[in-house]
C-alpha cells in the first residue's frame, strides 16, 4: 500500500465509513481499495452521537487513483443518510460537472438501487434522486449564485486546481449559508460537510494549493488526504511513482504510467501521475506569437474607438484605442496608462470627443463607476457584462493564436510596440465566470489592465453604436 504524503490523524473510533464501503462493494461492484478504505475513514469520523467531526475535507491523490468510486460511494450513501438530504456536486466547468454527474447516473441506474432511485438528466436539472426520503443529489455550476437559497449536508468541489481564488472564494462564501441549518444546532445527524478533491495544480492553483498547505499545517477544521511522490523524487524515476500511487498494484498496472508518458508533457505528467504541482505558468500566447503581432508602424487612418480598464487594487488604468484596416484587420495602441483614477473621467470625456470615437467598459469591473461618471459628463460609453467580456476576450485570443491554427498565417490583430503589452502578455491568465472566461485581474502574475483595455477597445471599433438619429417635429 502506498503511503500517503499526509494524512490527518483520526479522533474518534466512531465512522459511516463501513457503510460506505459497503455501498461500494455491494451496489457498484467496485470494492474499495487499502487507500480509499482509510480515506472515507476520515471524511466519515464521527462522534458517539453521530455528528461529522471533519467539516472540511481535502483529498488530492494523482490521476487514475478511484477518486470518483470514492466521491461517488460517499455522495449516494449520504443521499440516504437523512430525510430531505440535499448533495451537491461541480467540476470546473458546468459543461464538465454535468458530463462527470451523467455517468455516476449511469453507474446508479446499472446498480441494484435503480428501483429506489429516480434519475433527471435534463439540461436545468441533473439530479440522482431519492424519493421515498425526499433526499437529492444534484450537478450545479461553479458560480457563487448557483445554489442562491438552497440547503445543503453535503458539497463536493471536483477538479479544485482549475479554480482561481475568486471564483474559489465566491463558491466558498456561498457554501455557508447553505449549510446554516445543518449543524447541530436544529440540525440531524450526520450534520454538513465540504469536500474539495483534486490533483496538485500548476501555478495558478493557488486556492487549492493554499488549502493542502493549511491542512498539512494541522488547521483545526480540515482533514487532509495527499497522495504523491515527494519533492526530491525524479519524476523520470517510474518505480518512485508507482510506489506513491495509491491504485497501482490494485486497480492498475505500470502500463498506466506508460501510456500516461506517452500522451503527456514531461511537466504534465509528473503533476498527473505524481500528483506534484508544476512551478510553470502557462502562457495565454506563447512569446513568438506575440512578437508576430507587435508592429511599430503608426496605426492606419481611420476613427479609432476606446476601450478601458481599471486594476483589481485600483492602482492602475488605461486607455487602449483601436482602429480597424482596409483589411478589417484591428489595430490597437495604448493611449495613457496612469497610477490613479481620479482624472480618467475627464481623459476619456477627451478622448472620445475629439475623436469621435466611443468607449467600451465592463459595467461588472472595477471601472464600472468610471462608466457612468464619463457616461454623465458627455462620453460615448458601452457597458458591457460578463457574456460580452468574455466573448470580445475570446475573439481576442483566438485573434493572436491564429498563428498556431492557421500554419503560415499572421495574427488577426496588431500591437503597437509598448512595455506594458509585454508585460501583460507575460503575466495574464484566465479566470472562468461559469462556463466562460475572462482575463483574470487579480489572479495574473503583473497588472493586465492595458490587455484588459484592448480587449475592450477591439470589442469598440467592431461594434460601433448606431448614430443617433436627429427627431423631427411635424406640424
Given at each position: 500500500m502506498a503511503t500517503p504524503r499526509f494524512i490527518t490523524p483520526r479522533r474518534s473510533p466512531y465512522s459511516y465509513a463501513p457503510k460506505v464501503a459497503f455501498l461500494a462493494d455491494r451496489a457498484f461492484g467496485r470494492p474499495f481499495m487499502p487507500w480509499q478504505h482509510q480515506a472515507s475513514g476520515l471524511i466519515e469520523e464521527c462522534d458517539a452521537d453521530g455528528w461529522l467531526l471533519n467539516p472540511l475535507v481535502v483529498i488530492t491523490v494523482p490521476r487514475q487513483s478511484g477518486k470518483t468510486e470514492l466521491v461517488k460511494g460517499t455522495a449516494v450513501r449520504r443521499t440516504m443518510s437523512r430525510p430531505k438530504a440535499r448533495i451537491w456536486y461541480t467540476a470546473q466547468t458546468g459543461i464538465k460537472a454535468r458530463e462527470q454527474f451523467t455517468e455516476l447516473i449511469d453507474d446508479v441506474e446499472l446498480s441494484p438501487l435503480r428501483s429506489g432511485f429516480k434519475c433527471l438528466r435534463g439540461a436545468g436539472d441533473t439530479s440522482i434522486n431519492l424519493p421515498r426520503m425526499g433526499g437529492r443529489f444534484r450537478a450545479f455550476p461553479p458560480t457563487p449564485d448557483s445554489l442562491h437559497s438552497s440547503q445543503s449536508d453535503l458539497v463536493i468541489l471536483d477538479e479544485a486546481w482549475f479554480f482561481d481564488e475568486d471564483l474559489a472564494e465566491g463558491i466558498m462564501g456561498a457554501i455557508g449559508p447553505t449549510q446554516a441549518t445543518r449543524g447541530r444546532k436544529g440540525g440531524i445527524p450526520p450534520g454538513p460537510q465540504i469536500i474539495v478533491v483534486s490533483t496538485m495544480g500548476t501555478a495558478k492553483s493557488t486556492w487549492f494549493h493554499g488549502l493542502v498547505d493549511r491542512g498539512r499545517a494541522g488547521e483545526p477544521g480540515i482533514a487532509l488526504i495527499d497522495y504523491g511522490i515527494g519533492p526530491d523524487v525524479d519524476p523520470l524515476d517510474d518505480e518512485a511513482i508507482a510506489a506513491a500511487h495509491p491504485a497501482i498494484g490494485h486497480t492498475q498496472g505500470m502500463d498506466v504510467l506508460t501510456t500516461g508518458r506517452a500522451q503527456l508533457?514531461?511537466?504534465?505528467?509528473?503533476?498527473?501521475?505524481?500528483?506534484?504541482?508544476?512551478?510553470?505558468?502557462?502562457?495565454?500566447?506563447?512569446?513568438?506569437?506575440?512578437?508576430?503581432?507587435?508592429?511599430?508602424?503608426?496605426?492606419?487612418?481611420?476613427?479609432?474607438?476606446?476601450?478601458?480598464?481599471?486594476?483589481?487594487?485600483?492602482?492602475?488604468?488605461?486607455?487602449?484605442?483601436?482602429?480597424?484596416?482596409?483589411?478589417?484587420?484591428?489595430?490597437?495602441?495604448?493611449?495613457?496608462?496612469?497610477?490613479?483614477?481620479?482624472?480618467?473621467?475627464?481623459?476619456?470625456?477627451?478622448?472620445?470627443?475629439?475623436?469621435?470615437?466611443?468607449?467600451?467598459?465592463?459595467?461588472?469591473?472595477?471601472?464600472?463607476?468610471?462608466?457612468?461618471?464619463?457616461?454623465?459628463?458627455?462620453?460615448?460609453?458601452?457597458?458591457?457584462?460578463?457574456?460580452?467580456?468574455?466573448?470580445?476576450?475570446?475573439?481576442?485570443?483566438?485573434?493572436?493564436?491564429?498563428?498556431?491554427?492557421?500554419?503560415?498565417?499572421?495574427?488577426?490583430?496588431?500591437?503597437?510596440?509598448?512595455?506594458?503589452?509585454?508585460?501583460?502578455?507575460?503575466?495574464?491568465?484566465?479566470?472562468?465566470?461559469?462556463?466562460?472566461?475572462?482575463?483574470?485581474?487579480?489572479?495574473?502574475?503583473?497588472?493586465?489592465?492595458?490587455?484588459?483595455?484592448?480587449?475592450?477597445?477591439?470589442?469598440?471599433?467592431?461594434?460601433?453604436?448606431?448614430?443617433?438619429?436627429?427627431?423631427?417635429?411635424?406640424?
Open positions: 508533457s514531461p511537466g504534465e505528467f509528473t503533476r498527473a501521475y505524481g500528483n506534484r504541482p508544476t512551478s510553470a505558468f502557462d502562457r495565454l500566447i506563447p512569446a513568438e506569437v506575440a512578437e508576430l503581432a507587435t508592429v511599430t508602424a503608426d496605426l492606419p487612418a481611420g476613427q479609432p474607438a476606446f476601450g478601458a480598464a481599471v486594476s483589481f487594487e485600483r492602482d492602475e488604468a488605461a486607455i487602449v484605442s483601436c482602429v480597424i484596416d482596409a483589411a478589417g484587420v484591428p489595430w490597437v495602441e495604448v493611449v495613457l496608462i496612469t497610477d490613479a483614477t481620479d482624472d480618467l473621467v475627464g481623459k476619456l470625456t477627451s478622448v472620445t470627443n475629439r475623436n469621435g470615437g466611443h468607449v467600451v467598459i465592463d459595467g461588472n469591473g472595477p471601472a464600472a463607476s468610471l462608466a457612468e461618471a464619463a457616461d454623465r459628463a458627455g462620453a460615448i460609453v458601452t457597458k458591457v457584462g460578463t457574456a460580452e467580456l468574455a466573448s470580445a476576450t475570446a475573439d481576442m485570443l483566438d485573434r493572436l493564436r491564429k498563428p498556431l491554427t492557421e500554419s503560415g498565417t499572421a495574427p488577426a490583430v496588431r500591437l503597437r510596440a509598448h512595455p506594458a503589452f509585454s508585460e501583460a502578455l507575460d503575466a495574464a491568465t484566465l479566470r472562468t465566470v461559469g462556463d466562460r472566461q475572462v482575463l483574470a485581474r487579480r489572479g495574473s502574475a503583473a497588472p493586465i489592465t492595458v490587455l484588459e483595455a484592448a480587449v475592450l477597445a477591439v470589442r469598440a471599433a467592431l461594434t460601433k453604436p448606431k448614430p443617433p438619429v436627429a427627431p423631427k417635429i411635424w406640424i
